[in-house]
T-cell receptor, first 115, second 116 residues
Framework: AQKITQTQPGMFVQEKEAVTLDCTYD???????LFWYKQPSSGEMIFLIY??????QNATEGRYSLNFQKARKSANLVISASQLGDSAMYFC????????????FGTGTSLTVIP | KAGVTQTPRYLIKTRGQQVTLSCSPI?????VSWYQQTPGQGLQFLFE???????NKGNFPGRFSGRQFSNSRSEMNVSTLELGDSALYLC???????????????FGDGTRLSIL
């Protein structure tokens, strides 16, 4: 069974500072993808970043980077230079390679950026 | 390129009724997945369709069903609505090829269903 754990229900960060959102996962699959999504209060899910299980380099997309530690089964999201618009729910998700496009989501972390 | 379009955005129904939600994927995407999001259960996978065939199904009762048309548009149907079906229903589409675990899903804005 697949399980995604996000242990931080809520986080606060000062504007312009960096913040790390934690994600651990449990899977017996060798090949899988890890994803982070942002969900503002309006409801839409916005894709942020992807990391493949066989990728040796950590993924980066602009201010977002994914700290991937395969042995620890962790995929933490790092947001640098936080902006007020970053305030939202953040979800970590995993897609095993053998399950089509079924995604397993964590419970999310609510991030609030303080001016 | 237009994103994933879900209609309607909001829906109010009463217990026992049925409802149909619609999803138009991003042009060229043939995989469409549906999720239910509630405060208590979070995001839960309902089912996935690819080339008009249901490929994966989550752990939901048979009252939840779906289908996909030849143009990749998808509909989700819930019959005999219960109060617990109140949720945000999200549709997501993905590029081919599927099954590699490396394709992000692109989500629509969702349909917020309220059951009275």
């Amino acid at each position: 069974a697949q399980k995604i754990t996000q242990t931080q229900p809520g986080m606060f960060v000062q504007e312009k500072e960096a913040v790390t959102l934690d994600c651990t996962y449990d899977t017996s699959d060798q090949s899988y993808g890890l994803f982070w999504y942002k969900q503002p209060s309006s409801g839409e899910m916005i894709f942020l970043i992807y990391q493949g299980s066989y990728d040796e380099q950590n993924a980066t997309e602009g201010r977002y980077s994914l700290n991937f530690q395969k042995a620890r089964k962790s995929a933490n999201l790092v947001i640098s230079a936080s902006q007020l618009g970053d305030s939202a729910m953040y979800f970590c998700a995993m897609s095993p390679a053998n399950t089509g496009n079924q995604f397993y989501f964590g419970t999310g972390t609510s991030l609030t950026v303080i001016p | 390129k237009a994103g994933v379009t879900q209609t309607p955005r909001y829906l109010i129904k009463t217990r026992g009724q049925q409802v149909t939600l619609s999803c138009s994927p991003i042009s060229g995407h043939r995989s469409v997945s549906w999720y239910q999001q509630t405060p208590g259960q979070g995001l839960q996978f309902l089912f996935e369709y690819f080339s008009e065939t249901q490929r994966n199904k989550g752990n939901f009762p048979g009252r939840f069903s779906g289908r996909q048309f030849s143009n990749s548009r998808s509909e989700m149907n819930v019959s005999t609505l219960e109060l617990g079906d109140s949720a945000l229903y999200l549709c997501a589409s993905s590029l081919d090829p599927p099954g590699l675990g490396n394709q992000p899903q692109h989500f629509g804005d969702g349909t917020r269903l309220s059951i009275l």
